[in-house]
């Protein structure tokens, strides 16, 4: 039965060589697409098997299949993960001290001190008005900070002066008067006049008119309730 089928297919082919290109189209449009390759070019077996890719050298890269996708992200090379650290939140790093922080910071002061030194020696060579300008303003920037930081300093001082007379009450079984913050800035106000006074009157009155001048301000800025 094979041998008879395989000599009418040859028949078959002998009379499809002798037929033109254009006779040929038209017995593939009527038969159909997959008869037709069965007939001319024979039954071709598919195999499943899954397709074993080998090296011929271990040292040249694996043959991958096309067929397979790739990921996007491979890891070719482990790599340890860097996670961020805060030394703000982070125990390894130990606890803020704010007075050990300025006593270890304390020489920018000194440093500050310095350069205000150096602008005014050089405030008074300079006859450029744009940089003489500008010279005031970098100094005045480094007073105002300075002041601030002095003024910090003497608040720690306060409050630890502060502390140090509350467990000396407590010590003595005394009930301890904590100073609320209206009458702790009477007392720093007080204190500041005073050394203001040693300074001479000239400081106080420019004082009360900068004082005067902050206040005009913050009444412009407040707004106008109408009922």
Same mark, same amino acid.
């Given at each position: 039965m094979s041998a008879r089928k395989h000599t009418i297919i040859e028949s078959i082919r002998n009379e499809l060589s002798t037929l033109?290109?254009?006779?040929?189209?038209?017995?593939?449009?009527?038969?159909?697409?997959?008869?037709y390759k069965e007939v001319v070019f024979g039954k071709q077996s598919i195999s499943h098997e899954a397709r074993v890719f080998k090296r011929d050298n271990k040292n040249r890269p694996r043959e991958m299949s096309s067929k397979k996708p790739v990921r996007m992200l491979r890891d070719v090379v482990s790599v340890k993960k860097q996670e961020p650290r805060d030394p703000r939140f982070d125990p390894l790093c130990g606890t803020f001290d704010k007075k050990e922080f300025a006593e270890n910071y304390n020489f920018l002061s000194n440093a500050r001190?310095?350069?205000?030194?150096? &602008?005014?020696?050089? *405030? !008074?060579?300079?006859?450029?008005?744009?940089?003489?300008?500008?010279?005031?303003?970098?100094?005045?920037?480094?007073?105002?900070?300075?002041?601030?930081?002095?003024?910090?300093k003497l608040e720690s001082e306060r409050k630890d002066k502060q502390r140090l007379e509350v467990e000396a009450e407590f010590k003595q079984g005394k009930q301890p008067h904590f100073k609320n913050k209206s009458e702790a800035r009477v007392e720093s106000l007080v204190k500041q006049y005073e050394e203001l006074k040693k300074?001479?009157?000239?400081? &106080?009155?420019?004082? *009360? !008119?900068?004082?005067?001048q902050k206040v005009k301000k913050r009444s412009f800025r407040t707004p106008v309730t109408t009922n």
């Open positions: 033109s290109f254009e006779d040929l189209q038209k017995l593939k449009e009527k038969v159909g697409a997959k008869v001190v310095n350069d205000m030194k150096m &602008i005014k020696n050089e *405030l !008074k060579q300079t006859t450029d008005p744009e940089k003489e300008l500008s010279l005031r303003r970098l100094l005045q920037r480094l007073n105002d900070q300075q002041k601030a930081t002095k003024r910090k300074k001479g009157a000239g400081r &106080i009155q420019r004082h *009360l !008119k900068r004082r005067q």
